[in-house]
């Protein structure tokens, strides 16, 4: 079974359109976040929410708009895409509050065009 | 200063070598340092993961941080054309969001 996964696994979209990708962990972990991959393999944290509360926002736009129905699942929506939001999106979970030792997703690799 | 700094090579080496991989940081306030591993397409995954200063070994991999120095280093004995990836550094402390450098790729040639 899949620890961390991710859907959908690719995403090409147009520029202004609303898109979402889903994340689910079968850990039981506490945790969850999002992190950006860009072109040049940089991996930014984006959210983190520890049991459906949002505990690291770091600068991020606010068309980019996470939810968390349950800790097993953390969602990112996002509005109005710009050709810049190309990257690779990855979902990531860790017990409790500890990010130390973080379980990562397979990545989503959205493209805006 | 960028807070974590890592060579992005590519680092190329034969099959056998001893691979030597490193981070230097700027931020005093960590404490907790992983490697991990990204094949291509793929999600990181946890390689390595230590506590403040000292050594840590798993098999052919031996982590070490130096945390006078803000240097922290990956050593793996024997390289394996598997071992073929991108290896990230992260660190992070007490309320200290986890930072990832940038990453070097590595190629073991058989």
């Known amino acids: 079974d899949t620890a961390v996964s991710q859907t959908p696994k690719y995403l090409v979209t147009q520029m202004g359109n609303d898109k979402s990708i889903k994340c689910e962990q079968n850990?039981?972990?506490?945790?969850m976040y999002w992190y950006k991959q860009d072109s040049k393999k940089f991996l930014k944290i984006m959210f983190s929410?520890?049991?459906?509360?949002?505990?690291i926002n770091e600068t991020v736009p606010n068309r980019f708009s996470p939810k968390s129905p349950d800790k097993a699942h953390l969602n990112l929506h996002i509005n109005s895409l710009e050709l810049g939001d190309s990257a690779v999106y990855f979902c990531a979970s860790s017990e409790g509050l500890t990010q130390e030792t973080q379980y990562f997703g397979p990545g989503t690799r959205l493209l805006v065009l | 200063q960028k807070e974590v700094e890592q060579d992005p090579g590519p680092l190329s080496v034969p099959e056998g070598a001893i691979v030597s991989l490193n981070c230097t940081y700027s931020?005093?306030?960590?404490?907790?340092f992983m490697w991990y591993r990204q094949y291509s397409r793929k999600g990181p995954e946890l390689l390595m993961y230590?506590?403040?200063?000292g050594n840590k070994e798993d098999g052919r991999f031996t982590a070490q941080v130096d945390k006078s120095s803000k240097y922290i280093s990956l050593f793996i004995r024997d390289s394996q054309p598997s071992d073929s990836a991108t290896y990230l550094c992260a660190m992070t402390g007490t309320n200290t969001p986890l930072v990832f450098g940038k990453g070097t790729r590595l190629s073991v040639i058989a």
């Open positions: 850990l039981g972990h506490d945790t």
């Open positions: 931020n005093s306030a960590f404490q907790y």
């Open positions: 929410y520890n049991n459906k509360e949002l505990i």
């Open positions: 230590t506590y403040s200063s």
